[in-house]
């Protein structure tokens, strides 16, 4: 019996770094097509949810999507037509490549630049990895 009071009052005092693994809830993009231009609405929620550099996201998505982008009044405005499903998937895709962690699988990082070369550093699990692209 006084092994289980010791036992909780030890649990209690316990911390666990990174436990609250579903605190970050990355926002689904909100896009519609306009014309010959695909807008995406909540662009700037994104960058401030995943804490990466703007110019960065945008990078990748116009490489990935072959046009060119501009961000206006929080929305990202891509020349070309592109569906939901696309831009989901490319969210997606920087999330997983970008975000989180390859180890733990959480969005605990932060992107390094050592000696001209891109790391990714998990605060969470203290994995480091070379970023892919």
């Known amino acids: 019996m006084e092994y289980e009071k010791m036992l909780d009052r030890l649990y209690m005092q316990v911390t ?3 436990k609250n693994e579903g605190r970050m809830e990355i926002p689904k993009p909100e896009s519609i097509i ?3 231009k695909t807008i995406i609405k909540n662009f700037s929620q994104f960058v401030k949810t995943i804490e990466r550099d703007e110019k960065q996201i945008i990078k990748y998505i116009t490489k990935e999507t072959a046009s060119s982008g501009v961000v206006n009044s929080g929305r990202l405005i891509l020349n070309g037509k592109f569906s939901q499903f696309q831009i ?3 969210f ?3 999330v997983k490549n970008f975000v ?3 180890e733990c699988k959480r969005p605990d990082t932060k992107i390094l630049d050592r000696q001209g070369v891109k790391i990714m550093k998990c605060e969470a699990c203290g994995a480091i990895s070379a970023i892919k692209g």
């Open 92 to 94: 997606d895709n920087y």
């Open 16 to 18: 666990t770094k990174g």
């Open 34 to 36: 306009e014309g010959n």
């Open 100 to 102: 989180l962690c390859p």
């Open 88 to 90: 989901e998937r490319l």
